[in-house]
């Protein structure tokens, strides 16, 4: 599996560890501002969301790797400050938020470095598995769009794409069957839980789900994870 490097990923995002060995976090690609990559949702107590958006510093056409935080702002005490005041109360709060409270009580300069060790943590608790985590960055690989994709695989002895539903519409798909890759698109089935302050709402960051199941949390992964791989005819 390849994908981006995002901010407090949402269950989805670790449904994809459940289905693949290896986990590629593509950082060796262009930044968007204005992509998951960094920001998220979380809910407040008045039953809407807000996002927690991480202040950057600006530098046009830049990669993911290379995009610094801003640390003159003060997003560590206020993101931090924001996550306790919506799930202290919740009935898993104390047992899982520590680990996730350290990474805000450290100093971290560059986005892939913070994010990287967010999905970490949260993987730990969400996913049945040990699958391998690496930056697409540390591989040595060139190549453009789909070309790179395919170098991606080749460099970790992959011979299945998963790929998010929304690339259905731009992703060629003969290259993968050329390689003999087999291409699997992931359509994640969202769950319902138990969530405080008015009616559910969907595609929060997985911190809402693992501080209000705790360990069940990791079942209802599985659960949205059930039949979300489907083949592409054509690989």
Known sequence: MIVQPLYLPWMGYFGYFSS??????????????RSWQRRNRIKVPDG?????????????????????LNNDENW????????????????????????????Y????????????????ILAD???PSDTEVMLS???????????????????VDGDAYISGPAARDYLDTEPFADAGISLYWHEFDHPEYPQPHGEFVSHLSAIDVLFN???????????????????????
């Open 76 to 103: 560590q005490e206020s993101h931090w400050k924001s996550i306790h005041h919506s799930y202290a109360g919740a009935p898993y709060f104390d047992e899982y938020s520590e680990r996730l409270e350290t990474v």
């Open 125 to 127: 608790e969400l996913v």
């Open 20 to 33: 693949a060995d290896t986990m590629v976090l593509y950082d060796d690609i262009q930044f968007n501002r």
């Open 137 to 155: 960055s540390e591989l040595d690989v060139t190549g453009s769009k789909t070309e790179r994709l395919i170098n991606i695989l080749d460099a």
């Open 213 to 235: 199941m705790g360990p069940e949390a990791r079942n209802l992964v599985q659960e949205g994870e059930e039949d979300a791989l489907v083949r592409d005819p054509d690989t």
């Open 48 to 68: 809407d969301f807000t996002y927690l958006t991480l202040p950057v510093v600006k530098n046009h056409g830049q990669e993911i790797r290379d995009v610094e």
């Open 105 to 120: 009580h450290q100093e971290w300069n560059r986005l892939v470095d913070l994010n990287t060790r967010i999905i970490e």
